[in-house]
C-alpha cells in the first residue's frame, strides 16, 4: 500500500540554524500539506501546497518558514532560522484531491531545537 | 469559529466495552469529519470519516455518528480491544472544487483499554 515518507525521522539543529524537512507523498496525490505537533499538544495545520504553490497558510507559517517541491517526488519544508519554539514534531500529508479528500500522513520528523 | 472541540481528553475502558469520543465544531461550512488514529511516536493513521449527508457510519468495530443540527460528532468503538489504545483526533475540514482544505484537529483522546 503507498505511504507517505519522510526524512530524517529525528533531526537535532541549534537555535538559529536552517532545517530542511523532505517528505515523499504518495505517488498520485496533488495536494501537499505540512502539519505539526508540540508534544503533547494537538495537530495544527501549517501551509497547503498544490500546483506548485501555496494554496493556504497558516499564522504559524510565517516568513521563517519555505515549502518547496522541487522535483516531481519531494516535498520539502525549510525552516531559515530555528527558534527553540519549533521543537516539534511535523508531519507531512498528501491528498488526491477532487473527489478523493482523504489525507494521509507520513510518520513524522521529531525536530529539536537546542 | 475554526476550533473543534473534543472530549474527554482521557478515556479508560474495559476489553469488550464501548469506547465513545465526542466532538463539536463551530463552522457550518465544514463538510468532512475525519477521525484519525495516532500510536506514540507515529504519524495520524485515518480511521474513518463522514460527510455530512448521512448521519451514522460503520466501518468494523468503528461507528461514526453525525448530528448536524447540533454540530456534533462521535466515534464510537464497539468491543474495545487492548490494540485499540492509542490517542484519537477528530477533525474537520471543508472540501472545495479543488480538494479539501486544511485539516482543524480537536484537542485529542488518549484512550486506554484495559483487560
Known amino acids: 500500500e503507498p505511504e507517505v515518507t519522510q526524512t530524517p525521522s529525528h533531526q537535532v539543529t541549534q537555535m538559529g540554524q536552517e532545517v530542511i524537512l523532505r517528505c515523499v507523498p504518495i505517488?498520485?496525490?496533488?495536494?501537499f500539506y505540512w502539519y505539526r505537533q508540540i508534544l503533547g499538544q494537538k495537530v495544527e495545520f501549517l501551509v497547503s501546497f498544490y500546483n506548485n504553490e501555496i494554496s493556504e497558510k497558516s499564522e504559524i507559517f510565517d516568513d521563517q518558514f519555505s515549502v518547496e517541491r522541487p522535483d516531481g517526488s519531494n516535498f520539502t519544508l525549510k525552516i531559515r532560522s530555528t527558534k527553540l519554539e519549533d521543537s516539534a514534531m511535523y508531519f507531512c500529508?498528501?491528498?488526491?484531491?477532487?473527489?478523493?479528500?482523504?489525507?494521509?500522513f507520513g510518520p513524522g520528523t521529531r525536530l529539536t531545537v537546542l | 469559529q475554526q476550533q473543534v472541540k473534543q472530549s474527554p481528553q482521557s478515556l479508560i475502558v474495559q476489553k469488550g466495552g464501548i469506547s465513545i469520543i465526542n466532538c463539536a465544531y463551530e463552522n457550518t461550512a465544514f463538510d468532512y469529519f475525519p477521525w484519525y488514529q495516532q500510536f506514540p511516536g507515529k504519524g495520524p493513521a485515518l480511521l474513518i470519516a463522514i460527510r455530512p449527508d448521512v448521519s451514522e457510519k460503520k466501518e468494523g468495530r468503528f461507528t461514526i455518528s453525525f448530528n448536524k443540527s447540533a454540530k456534533q460528532f462521535s466515534l464510537h468503538i464497539m468491543d474495545s480491544q487492548p490494540g485499540d489504545s492509542a490517542t484519537y483526533f477528530c477533525?474537520?475540514?471543508?472540501?472545495?472544487?479543488?480538494?479539501?482544505?486544511?485539516?482543524?484537529f480537536g484537542t485529542g483522546t488518549r484512550l486506554t483499554i484495559i483487560p
Open positions: 500529508a498528501s491528498s488526491r484531491g477532487s473527489v478523493v479528500v482523504e489525507q494521509f
Open positions: 505517488s498520485n496525490h496533488l495536494y
Open positions: 477533525a474537520a475540514s471543508r472540501v472545495s472544487n479543488f480538494g479539501n482544505e486544511k485539516l482543524t
